[in-house]
């Protein structure tokens, strides 16, 4: 019957809607990372366009992370640029010498990095990210900064302390919410003690399935429960937790609950050929930049499954600054 004939041969595939999305919507660092991943892009382009964000402490701001506004390093925007830099394999030298110095300025008395320092001046922040006068350091930034600088084989006095305050929190995790159980993973994944690691990651497994802290079955959504001050449909799933098949989080989800999972990330690409972001809106500025970001994301995460084509080839990386 008319109409029945399926999708046209020459009907866009999802890298090629993405890709017009990030050309029509996406900030420059976007842009080039996204040439970079899928394009064979030269990774200068991008170690060029995430210097604009490099302050002279050391640290990155400027509104790296979308939910920060205003020109202070802070903690969230570290976080964003080493995974960047790690995406380019340029998690070294100088620069992140210069990095961990400035992160031993500014950690608190038990070496880690909060979520906010407090600003000389009211710069605009997500709501959702309160600033205090003397913040307490947290796992959710300080774990993923230390899990990259680990996998990396970045050695500095500043991860000595950092290290031990995220064993600490992750192993003596029992309310966590689910952002909390994210940057435990990103720890775990780069600690370099593995056998530690995979016992921590078994038991925060277990938390996160009697919890119901990850939708196991997208179709049943409603069923998971909202962590509190989440978004209405904020909640995390496998994918979240194991963005990358050698995640220790992949261990926690079946096949059959990773392939469900995979298959809403897929068809959660919008008819504009971005991914939605499920955090709560609070700047139009800010969720226009996050989108991106989120596409990229589901992107990286889609190919590390075999969900999207191998990458094209690329020129190496080039020597850290």
Same mark, same amino acid.
Request: charged share 25%; with cysteine; net charge neutral.
């Given at each position: ?179 909390? =159980?994210? /940057? ?5 994944? %780069?600690? #370099?003690? @593995?056998? !530690? +690691?995979? *016992?921590?990651?078994?038991? &925060? ?59 809403? =990330?897929? /068809? ?5 050929? %971005?991914? #939605?972001? @499920?955090? !709560? +809106?609070? *700047?139009?500025?800010?969720? &226009? ?33």
């Amino acid at each position: 019957m008319p109409g029945d004939e399926g999708p046209s041969p020459t009907s866009p595939t999802p890298l090629a809607r993405a890709e017009q999305f990030i050309w029509l919507t996406a900030r420059v660092l976007e842009q080039r990372r996204f040439a970079f991943h899928f394009l064979g892009g030269d990774a200068d382009a991008v170690d060029t366009a995430l210097g604009s964000y490099l302050n002279g402490d050391g640290g990155y701001g400027h509104a790296l992370d979308p939910d920060l506004r205003g020109p202070l390093s802070q903690p969230l925007h570290t976080a964003h640029a080493l995974r960047v830099l790690d995406g380019l394999g340029r998690c070294g030298g100088q620069r992140i010498e210069r990095l961990c110095r400035h992160l031993t300025r500014v950690s608190t008395p038990e070496g880690a990095l909060p979520v906010v320092f407090p600003a000389p001046r009211c710069y605009p922040a997500a709501p959702y990210h309160p600033v205090h006068d003397d913040p307490p350091g947290e796992l959710v930034t300080t774990g993923p900064v230390v899990g990259v600088l680990h996998r990396n084989q970045v050695w500095h006095a500043w991860l000595f302390r950092a290290t031990d305050f995220c064993w600490d929190r992750v192993e003596s995790l029992r309310h966590a919410h689910p952002y909390e =159980l994210q /940057a435990a993973v990103a720890f775990l994944d %780069g600690a #370099p003690d @593995r056998a !530690r +690691a995979a *016992a921590a990651a078994d038991r &925060l497994g277990r938390l996160v399935r009697e919890r119901g802290l990850a939708v196991l079955d997208p179709g049943r959504c409603e069923e998971y429960p909202l962590a509190p001050g989440y978004a209405p449909g904020e909640r995390l799933f496998p994918y979240d937790y194991a963005r990358r098949p050698e995640s220790l989080a992949r261990g926690w989800f079946t096949d059959e609950e990773l392939r469900r999972s995979l298959d809403f =990330l897929a /068809a959660e690409q919008q008819p504009d050929g %971005g991914w #939605p972001v @499920r955090r !709560r +809106a609070w *700047a139009p500025g800010s969720s &226009l930049e996050r989108r991106p970001i989120a596409t990229l994301e589901a992107l990286l995460t889609l190919r590390a499954y075999g969900r999207l084509p191998a990458p094209v080839s690329r020129p190496g990386p080039g020597r850290p600054r």
